[in-house]
């Protein structure tokens, strides 16, 4: 066990060096942020000068390295369109998006767990269909354009909601929804279909045989049995949902790191991009190595590829 | 966000019996509407009363038949730039499905393939094939998609390009899974007896078993595709403008929902409706094929 | 920053997740304030965001302008200069030297002491650092000689050569030298006064969040106009649907609005304020230029061989085509809503502008003779052109207007190949020349003179080619060497009937700017002929 958890460990460094390794080309060959900050006015030798003033002239393999070892002590290189570190501006932004990955994942929870779990345990009747494609609507509809739609609905017609930016709890709602809608289908599958497994197996049989209460068989028996691929789903969904946020806070012009991101893409500003890229990167390999680790502990029948 | 999946477990328990008997026949709604739509995508040039192209700024926002101003050579209405929305949505079926079917096509041989060799070989291909899968999925999608659309200009190939990159981990890990629970079957093992080549036993043993899940995935997929479409498009980098696609119509109206709803809303329900049918269809064929196939 | 503060904000955000995961959200406001006293505006696009003039972009006017004050001000209605932080300005040495008076008595926010000759001195002065690169930083690091101060309130500047320009550059609007304090840059650094900027401006920042928001509070008693409103917060929506929402849920209360928003805001009885007439557009015909540059292209049927007169002659009549295939009025009441004239214009010429004339209307909507020129010029069958539908700061609907002009070329037999890209990839290829001989559309604001708008897009030395370059670069140059106002709008005007004669751009008329008000606005004075607001002091409460 100690031998793969140091495995995992490893191969998650060398996973984030790839990260930064595509990311770092990637940016590079989106283009020049010079050629596009600077005024009409200024010609190719202003360019090139404020090119070497930002060492941007120097090779790239050269400038991957001064990146790397300025990463690796927590410096991730001044914002070009900022003048400010995109560290700075990262910390700033990131709280917003992990409220509104939290509360996205918060409402695939609620919303997605007791609906599969009935969902299964109703298996074929009405509402089983209605709620299984009352999860699909989510994933049926483009995100902006339900964003839009909620906006119009709460904001303008009832009054009820704010309509954009951060600030309050109420502010969280309609982004919060609009992210965590599209996700509920994924979850709700799962946990439909781990319940159903779970159900027909001998133990729920042998629970049913005993005269346990249905309520106690499927919440207490099943439900727990059921939970461990639902649960590191979730974990995953919620690091998943951090890297799709960037339409959403688009729409409600939500300061996180999305709206940061894909700005720092139209300006081409590398430092950001490399660094936010770096960052949710981070968070996804983390989480993905834990509930590996986890899973190793749990059920070491699983077969490991390590 | 179905790029999203948990480790590939596999499934021990067989299905429940029942669930076999659940549904022998597809579920015709659902198939009648995909049927309609292929139909619709492949005949669009017949079928569309007018060149989806072409429109002039006095014919802007005529409304459908049924409402107020509407004009009988616009059943359902024109667009911002006068455009004739029903051959617009024709048209639309027509890119909208082919950006899904070219890119699923593609995504599942390259996935379904990657997966194939780490799941046979084992090993150190087997790790560095899944520490790839990795990298791929901890890459902020949208992110990554935007990128590539500076890089290499929008266009159709382009939202390829991002398809296939979203899309083959999903494909690699399901595959990969599969392949690991039949290489250790029995009819692998005689094959390997009879003195079948690695090469043989892959190709001519394992693939044709891992079709219907592929199947499976690749019909939910469908949907997912499009409405991914779309929001490439909200953002600027999907299929270019004037082409059609029901992800550029839907993000075209997007600020015209109470001015003129069907701009937006009926690309929309075309939307809605279709990845709905291919989700139930797609569960019905996970049903009828593989009961035990749960990660998709 | 040091790495214990953090880990601080990283705990804190981790607590605050995890209180939101939790169920309990535990924001902090602090925003709050009396909603009657604020007035809450959304823009949808910044630039760099930086306050600082030697790197400003004109994005980033609606967001910092309220900080400062200009050395000159503008006639609200004529777009004329007044007297702004400089009481009087002057030539001499044939305009090599210009001397500029103080007011006095102006003092900087939060207690940075007052506005003297130094700080015009060193706002100027930062040009000269290599890594300026916006606002008029080229002008001052190529021509400027030296600034004196000779006492607290006269800043004396030097150049190399006559700039009779140069007052345009300290203009309010058109302009970008906002004079920061000396002492507060000094003191804090560039880095924090670029998050917290102080001026002496109407309005002093208070706090913000790059690329989110930004609050200000009204300074009383300013010496220029105490603004109607307590409050000001600046807000970043990039979504113009989302900013239309936020308008009609009484969120915000002044946004820019256009097209389909514009009617959708008028149906809702939100008050729509104008600036007639502030922005010029025309399509970009690209290819007309010299030889030494990429895009040179004589085969090109817009273009034509300028050693070959019927050559030549036959690339006009094809770009006369190309004006009158398209139905101006359409776009006019389709896509601008009625708000826009067909205001007689050549190119960067306002009605404002000296020596301008009435007889310069926008070519007629003819397609018919339209595709006889074509014929005419050799070119029945049509050929292809490229075009990139894409949004300009002055021009948000470029990609609406674009694709009416395509589709109405297209009835006259045009083959027309969109290729969009973003300002972000299309603009640097544009100044590489390297577009493949795109159009686009153009909006541009204006200058107080045309000339120092065909200096930068028409003159082969220019900094950019919108219209074309080379063929006129003799006439500017003698508008540029000459002195007399007189005599410079008359040649001004020749050189503008020459481009009108010439149709080197496709007119597309006048468009009026439009943003929809909330309740809680009463009036508000904008500058004339600015695409932009620049002046939320004259916004009166209803």
């Known amino acids: 066990m100690q031998r793969y958890i140091i495995g995992r460990v490893l191969q998650s460094v060398v996973s984030m060096f790839v990260v930064s390794m595509v990311v770092f080309a990637l940016v590079r060959f989106s283009g020049d942020p010079i050629q596009i900050m600077a005024p009409p006015e200024a010609s190719q030798a202003d360019i090139a000068a404020m090119r070497a003033y930002l060492g941007l002239d120097r090779p790239w393999p050269v400038q991957y390295w001064g990146f790397l070892t300025h990463a690796l002590h927590g410096d991730f290189g001044q914002s070009v369109r900022f003048r400010r570190p995109a560290l700075d501006l990262i910390l700033e932004r990131y709280g917003a998006t992990l409220e509104l990955g939290g509360v996205a994942v918060l409402i695939v929870i609620v919303v997605a767990l007791p609906v599969g779990v009935y969902s299964a345990v109703r298996r074929g009747t009405g509402l089983d269909y209605a709620a299984r494609a009352f999860a699909a609507l989510g994933q049926a509809v483009p995100q902006f354009w339900l964003g839009l739609l909620l906006a119009l609905i709460f904001g303008v017609l009832f009054h009820l909601l704010p309509t954009s930016g951060h600030g309050t709890p109420l502010h969280i709602i309609l982004p919060g929804l609009t992210l965590g809608w599209f996700a509920v289908a994924g979850l709700m599958r799962l946990t439909r279909s781990a319940m159903l497994d779970v159900l027909g197996s001998e133990y729920v049989k042998l629970a049913r045989i005993k005269g346990l209460p249905e309520r106690q068989v499927i919440w207490k028996h099943a439900f727990k049995n059921a939970a461990l691929p639902v649960v590191t789903f979730a974990a995953l969904l919620f690091v998943a949902l951090l890297n799709g946020s960037i339409i959403v806070e688009t729409v409600f012009g939500w300061p996180g790191l999305g709206l940061l991101v894909i700005e720092a893409v139209d300006s081409r500003d590398y430092p950001i991009v490399q660094a936010v890229v770096l960052f949710l990167s981070a968070m996804y390999i983390g989480v993905n190595l834990l509930v590996d680790i986890l899973y190793g502990y749990l059920n070491p029948k699983i077969r490991y590829s390590a | 966000m179905s790029a999203v999946g948990p480790p590939v477990i596999a499934a021990e328990t067989a299905g429940i019996a029942p669930r076999r008997r659940d549904r022998r026949w597809p579920p015709t709604i659902p198939l009648a509407i995909v049927g309609a739509l292929l139909v619709c995508a492949i005949f669009a040039p017949w079928l569309a009363p007018r060149s989806p192209l072409e429109g002039s700024l006095g014919d802007r926002l005529i409304p459908p038949i049924g409402m107020e101003n509407a004009r009988s050579e616009h059943p359902l209405g024109t667009d911002r730039l006068g455009r004739d929305t029903l051959s617009r949505l024709l048209y639309g079926a027509r890119i909208s499905l082919s950006v899904s079917v070219v890119g699923i096509i593609l995504t599942g041989t390259l996935g379904g393939f990657i997966g194939l060799v780490a799941g046979f070989l084992g090993g150190w291909v087997d790790t560095l094939l899944m520490r790839l899968v990795d990298i791929s999925l901890s890459l902020p999608g949208i992110l990554i998609a935007v990128l590539l659309s500076v890089v290499f200009e929008p266009s159709f190939k382009n939202v390829i390009i991002v398809v296939v990159f979203l899309l083959w981990p999903s494909y690699a890990r399901l595959v990969r899974g599969e392949t690991l629970s039949l290489k250790h079957q029995e009819f692998v093992a005689l094959a390997r007896i009879a003195g079948c080549s690695p090469l043989t036993i892959m190709f001519r043993h394992i693939v044709p078993n891992l079709l219907p899940s592929i199947l499976v995935l690749a019909t939910l997929h469908v949907g997912y595709v499009i409405v991914l479409e779309a929001a490439l498009s909200f953002l600027g980098v999907g299929i270019p403008p004037p082409t059609p696609s029901w992800g550029v119509m839907v993000a075209d109206g997007r600020g015209l929902i109470e001015q003129a709803w069907w701009v937006s809303i009926l690309p929309g329900i075309a939307i809605l409706v279709t990845v709905l049918s291919l989700n139930i269809l797609g569960d019905w064929v996970r049903d009828r094929l593989d009961p035990k196939l749960r990660q998709v | 920053m040091t790495r214990s503060i953090d880990r601080r904000t990283f705990l804190r955000h981790t607590g605050t997740t995890a209180a939101v995961i939790a169920g309990a959200p535990l924001f ?32 980033e006017k609606p967001l910092w302008d309220c900080v400062y004050d200009p050395l000159i001000m503008r006639d609200p209605k004529t777009f004329a200069y007044r007297p702004g932080l400089a009481t009087e300005w002057k030539p001499s040495n044939e305009m090599r030297t210009w001397m500029f008076k103080l007011r006095s008595g102006v003092r900087f926010h939060e207690n940075w002491g007052e506005l003297t000759a130094e700080d015009v001195k060193f706002t100027v002065e930062q040009s000269f650092k ?33 700039a009779w320009i140069l007052p345009s550059l300290f203009t309010q609007y058109v302009g970008y030298q906002n004079v920061i304090s000396k002492k507060y840059m000094e003191t804090v650094g560039e880095q924090k006064a670029s998050v917290h900027p102080i001026g002496t401006g109407p309005f002093h920042h208070v706090e913000g969040k790059q690329g989110d928001f930004h609050r200000f509070e009204a300074v009383p008693n300013h010496w220029r106009k105490t603004p109607g409103f307590k409050e000001l917060v600046i807000r970043r929506i990039p979504e113009p649907a989302t900013r239309l929402a936020g308008l009609r849920a009484g969120e915000i209360d002044i946004a820019q609005v256009f097209g389909d928003f514009l009617e959708q805001a008028q149906k809702a009885s ?9 922005a010029q557009y025309w399509v970009i015909l690209t290819g007309q230029t010299t030889p030494d540059r990429e895009d040179y292209c004589p085969p090109c049927p817009w273009v034509g061989d300028q050693k070959d007169p019927k050559s030549w002659e036959n690339g006009r009549k094809v770009r006369l085509a190309l004006n009158l295939a398209v139905n101006k009025k359409a776009i006019m009441s389709g896509l601008w809503k009625g708000k826009g004239s067909e205001t007689p214009y050549s190119y960067y010429y306002y009605p404002f502008n000296k020596g301008y004339s009435t007889d310069w209307k926008l070519p007629p909507y003819d397609p018919e003779r339209a595709k006889k020129l074509l014929a005419e010029a050799g070119h029945a ?36 190949k969109r290729v969009p890209e973003a300002t972000s990839s299309f603009g640097p290829k544009g100044r590489l020349r390297k577009t493949g001989k795109t159009f686009s559309v153009y909006g541009s604001p204006p200058f107080d003179e045309p000339v120092a708008g065909w200096e930068r897009v028409i003159h082969s030395k220019g900094a950019f080619n919108l219209l074309l370059d080379g063929t006129y670069d003799e006439e500017i140059d003698t508008i540029v060497r000459e002195f007399d106002a007189e005599r410079r709008a008359k040649l001004t005007h020749d050189l503008g009937q020459k481009l009108y004669d010439g149709y080197h751009g496709v007119m597309l008329g006048m468009k009026t700017i439009t943003w929809a008000l909330g309740k809680k606005v009463g009036s508000w004075q904008m500058l004339a002929y600015v695409p932009a607001e620049t002046n939320y002091d004259s916004v009166t409460p209803a």
């Open chain 3, 381 to 416: 069958g049509g050929f292809e052109v490229r075009v990139n539908p894409y949004v300009q700061l002055v021009a948000q609907d470029g990609p609406d207007v674009m694709e009416a002009v395509a589709l109405d070329w297209e009835k006259i037999g045009i083959k027309v």
């Open chain 3, 270 to 278: 939100l008050r729509i304020h104008e600036t007639p007439n502030a």
């Open chain 3, 28 to 59: 902090a406001s602090s925003r709050a304030a009396a909603a009657g006293d604020r007035l809450v505006v959304a823009v949808g696009q910044w630039g760099t965001e930086t306050p600082f003039a030697w790197r400003h972009v004109q994005a």
């Open chain 3, 130 to 162: 290599p890594d300026s690169l916006g606002g008029s930083a080229y002008f001052f690091r190529n021509q400027l000689d030296r600034i004196e101060t000779p006492d607290k309130y006269t800043v004396v500047m030097h150049f190399k050569t006559r």
